[in-house]
């Protein structure tokens, strides 16, 4: 207490252990065939980007190989692969998407 004798009281602050759970980086590769437009077109429809957020980083991946395009739990972001993996196939492009934990 704010007494001057001091605690004698027993301490009752305990600490509740909160687990968070781990985040998943979804990333975006580069390859030579896909067209440029389907790339912006997935970031937007998948990651609810504006196109201008799109198109600029739909432009790193082109130039650095990679971007990570969000950050998800690890049910969404596997949500996130199997659509992009899907709408890639089905249009035939080679288009990769992966996840890994952050
Ligand atoms: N490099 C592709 C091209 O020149 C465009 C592209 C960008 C492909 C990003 C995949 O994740 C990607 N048409």
Do not use: W
């Not at 687990?19 to 590769?29: A, N």
């Not at 198109?55 to 996130?80: Q, R, Y």
């Amino acid at each position: 207490g704010d007494d001057d004798g001091g605690d004698l009281g027993i301490a009752l602050e305990t600490r509740t252990r909160t687990k968070k759970p781990p985040l998943y980086k979804v990333m975006l590769l580069n390859d030579d065939y896909t067209p440029m437009e389907f790339v912006v077109l997935v970031l937007e429809r998948f990651f609810s980007m504006t196109h201008a957020q799109a198109f600029e980083i739909m432009l790193t991946v082109h130039k650095k190989g990679v971007a990570v395009v969000g950050v998800f739990s690890h049910e969404i972001a596997e949500t996130k692969v199997t659509q992009v993996m899907d709408l890639a196939q089905r249009h035939q492009h080679p288009l990769q998407c992966t996840m890994e934990k952050e």
